[in-house]
């Protein structure tokens, strides 16, 4: 990844970022419209936490990582404080490592 | 500090300080991540500074580490900052005056507008999006450096199981999210479809492919509006 890349990235979140302060009052965002974002959104995490949790480059990543984001998951249906959620993560996939677990 | 003090209520400065931590927590395995997997420091540095969006920088990262392109990082980047659009529309009465909301809107972030969504009184909201976003855009970009430093002596964060918390932190930002049917059914296929491609398609493209999955499972009226 290149400086370059790192400014185009820049750039277009800072388009997005200022567009709604500089435009509120003269455009609305359609209901629908932001329905959809959100949920696109969403979608669009799930995956990334999906792959990223499962995945390392194109191949299984072992068991520990997803062993450690699925105790995540259960402390965030349980509503647990965020640094007690990633905490417990990096936690258990240290200690399963530790323990001989891919 | 005094008017601050009046205008936030303890609780909300506990709350924020608990986010601050957590993501202090999360920029350090970033820039710890992206050092230890051979990348200069100056560039995850960068990224937090001038990007300054947690979820767009991990994925950028993950699609460099898994040896994407540069211009598949920056369209995952852009796809998942494309929410701070309307985010922006939300906190257009907090972000600054004629000027200062250039440098205000900076500070938009998912964050900042839970924190700020919760107030009604309007130099409440002005208070709490300012000092949410500044003492995050601190916390976030001082842990991000200190874990880029670190990460050099690192021949792999895998011990620390680092690579597991960013999935950690994603999972618990679209929790609430996932309440409403339709998304929690277009996540499951689009998450689903995404790691059953990945093998086959250059990394990045799964997961942007993704939201496709609300083609079949479109939120109803009353969903996903949070």
Redesign the interface.
Same mark, same amino acid.
């Given at each position: 990844m290149t400086l370059l890349a790192v400014l185009a990235l820049a750039a277009g979140t800072y388009a997005f970022r200022v567009a709604g302060p500089l435009l509120a009052g003269r455009v609305t965002v359609p209901p629908r419209a932001e329905r959809l974002l959100t949920a696109a959104t969403a979608v669009l995490l799930a995956a990334l936490v999906a792959t990223s949790a499962l995945l390392e480059g194109h191949a299984f990543a072992g068991w520990a990582r997803p062993a450690g984001v699925a105790v995540a998951a259960a402390l965030a249906w349980r509503c647990a404080p965020f640094p007690a959620i990633v905490l417990a993560a990096a936690a258990t996939t240290a200690l399963l490592r530790l323990a001989g677990v891919p | 500090m005094r008017s601050l003090h009046r205008t936030i209520d303890r609780a909300t400065l506990r709350d924020i300080a %608990?986010?601050c931590?957590?993501d202090a +927590?999360?920029g350090a395995?970033f820039g710890a991540i992206a050092t230890a997997g051979g +990348?200069p420091a100056w560039?995850p540095i960068?990224?937090s500074l001038? !990007? *300054?969006?947690g /979820?767009?920088q *991990?994925? @950028?990262l993950?699609v460099?580490l898994?040896?994407g392109s540069?211009?598949a990082?920056?369209a995952t980047?852009?796809?998942?900052? @494309?929410?701070?659009?309307? *985010? /922006?529309?939300? %906190?257009?009465?907090v !972000? /600054?005056g004629r000027w200062t909301?250039?440098l205000?809107?900076?500070l $938009?972030m998912d964050e900042a507008l839970a924190f700020t969504l919760r107030r009604r009184d309007p130099a409440g909201r002005r208070a709490v999006f300012r000092l949410c976003g500044l003492a995050l855009f601190a916390c976030w970009n001082l842990a991000v450096a200190a874990g880029a430093l670190a990460g050099r002596s690192l021949h792999s964060t895998?011990? #620390?199981? +680092?690579?597991?918390?960013? &999935?950690?932190?994603?999972?618990?930002? $679209? *929790?609430p999210? #996932?309440a409403?049917p339709?998304?929690r059914k277009?996540?499951?296929l689009?998450?689903?479809?995404? !790691?059953a491609a @990945? &093998?086959f398609l250059p990394?990045g493209l &799964?997961?942007?492919l993704?939201?496709l @999955? +609300?083609l079949l499972f479109r &939120?109803a009226?009353t969903?996903?509006?949070?």
């Open positions: - | %608990l986010v931590a957590a +927590l999360v395995s +990348l560039l960068a990224l001038l !990007v *300054f969006a /979820g767009a *991990f994925a @950028a993950g460099v898994a040896g540069a211009l990082a920056v980047g852009l796809v998942l900052n @494309a929410r701070l659009l309307l *985010f /922006g529309f939300a %906190l257009s009465d !972000v /600054g909301r250039y205000g809107a900076h $938009i895998d011990a #620390l199981g +680092l690579d597991a918390a960013f &999935p950690a932190v994603l999972l618990a930002l $679209i *929790f999210a #996932l409403a339709a998304v277009a996540a499951a689009g998450a689903a479809a995404a !790691v @990945a &093998p990394a &799964p997961v942007l993704a939201p @999955a +609300l &939120p009226r969903e996903a509006a949070r």
